[in-house]
């Protein structure tokens, strides 16, 4: 797990009024209503952006999982893809509000199941304090060390934490 508060403090996020207080989504180009989790959302954003060099067109947000399989529900807050044509899902990232612990198993087997469903080799679970990267294979999931760059997790370079155990999903 790592911090991130001081990164994400350093972020600030434009607000609009409209008729209520909104953010602009870069992603999906509309205003979206600024609640405690919108806000680490689009942090999340421009930190996949400015310091891991995700390239803006490989991001989609509130990813719909009917779009994959129909009648499958839910929606991964944030599925950050390996080609331009978003068709190869590498990382799934679940956002959450900041006073929610991210180190819940509750909070990771959300991003499990979209995991899954897309086929992702990692997840990331974010809530503007800490986060924490898993890699996933055969059904179970370790924690890397350090957030790794979008260019080391395409190249699989990432470390596993030593003290890391596997934790079995389904």
Do not use: W
């Not at 995700?54 to 009648?71: A, F, L, N, T």
């Amino acid at each position: 797990m790592e911090n991130v508060e001081g990164i994400f403090n350093s972020i600030k996020l434009r607000e609009r009024q409209q008729d209520e207080k909104c953010y602009f989504d870069p992603i999906r180009y509309f205003l979206v209503q600024k609640t405690p989790e919108e806000e680490v959302r689009q942090k999340t954003i421009i930190f996949l952006q400015k310091k891991l060099g995700v390239p803006i067109e490989r991001i989609r947000v509130e990813e719909p999982m009917c779009h994959v399989k129909k009648g499958l529900r839910g929606r991964a807050d944030i599925v950050v893809y390996r080609d331009d044509k978003q068709e190869e899902a590498l990382m799934v990232i679940e956002c959450k509000a900041p006073y929610i612990d991210v180190d819940c198993n509750i909070v990771l087997d959300q991003a499990v199941r979209y995991q899954n469903i897309l086929g992702a080799k990692y997840i990331m679970l974010i809530n503007g304090v800490n986060a924490v990267v898993y890699q996933c294979r055969n059904n179970n999931s370790k924690e890397v060390d350090n957030i790794p760059s979008y260019q080391e997790l395409l190249k699989s370079k990432v470390k596993i934490v030593k003290h890391s155990k596997d934790k079995p999903y389904t």
